[in-house]
């Protein structure tokens, strides 16, 4: 990966001027915001980099409202003394978080981890041909495009959604365990918290029209079959 156009959200102007700084000389082009306002006014960026403390609106609210309208990967910038719920964090759409005090070094390879999973192309398996789109049922799963259609009508899904459809798409009718997944979707610092599998499931399945896409297997995992 690259380099990626960053914003920035962050009020605290010695931590600000320093990762501007520092992420420069990485590579990367920082725009700078100091407000939630000053987030949603921006347009164009490649990932969020944001923190939760802010001036003028709480950080969960900038994250749901970016969210809403794009699928930038959004990492949320947290002080240790802030409760942080991690699936909260996954619900509301955030790709990943770090925790203040944190060193430049892992903030880098944090972004680089959540650029190479939603900015230069999505998880693949080994015979899975990620130049043709893959037909399961009414589906059509492109990850080239990372467009995912259901009765020829566009599905509009999270960075986080698709990688997780297309991870269970490698192996059609098969029960992928929560660990599996965790493994494969997201990041080891996710382990634990399974329920975070589950909710993203559950956005799916609601995505897709029909609860028969995605089928829990109790105990194991989950399986992705054409509803019968």
Known sequence: MGQVKLLLV??????????????TAAGHTVVHVTTGAGALAERGQELVLLDLG???????????????????PIIML????????????????ADDYVTKPFSLRELVA???????RTLDGPLTGDDTDPAAAQLI????????????????????????????????ANDVGAVLTRTEILENVWDAHWYGPTKTV??????LRKKLGDH???????????????PK
Do not use: Y
């Open 54 to 72: 802010l001036p003028d609106m709480d950080g969960r609210d900038v994250c749901r409202e970016l969210r809403q309208r794009s699928t930038t």
């Open 137 to 168: 049922g009414s589906m059509e799963l492109d990850r080239r495009t990372r467009r995912v259609r259901v009765d020829n009508e566009e599905i509009i899904l999270t960075a986080k959604e698709f990688d997780l459809l297309a991870f269970l």
């Open 198 to 203: 589950d909710a993203h499931v559950a956005s």
């Open 10 to 23: 962050e009020d605290d102007k010695a931590i600000a001027d320093s990762l501007v700084e520092g992420l």
């Open 110 to 116: 944090r972004i680089r981890a959540v650029g190479r």
């Open 212 to 226: 028969g896409w995605i089928e829990a297997v109790r105990g194991v995992g989950f399986r992705l079959e054409a």
């Open 78 to 93: 947290t002080a240790r003394s802030e409760e942080f719920d991690r699936v909260l964090g996954l619900e509301l759409g």
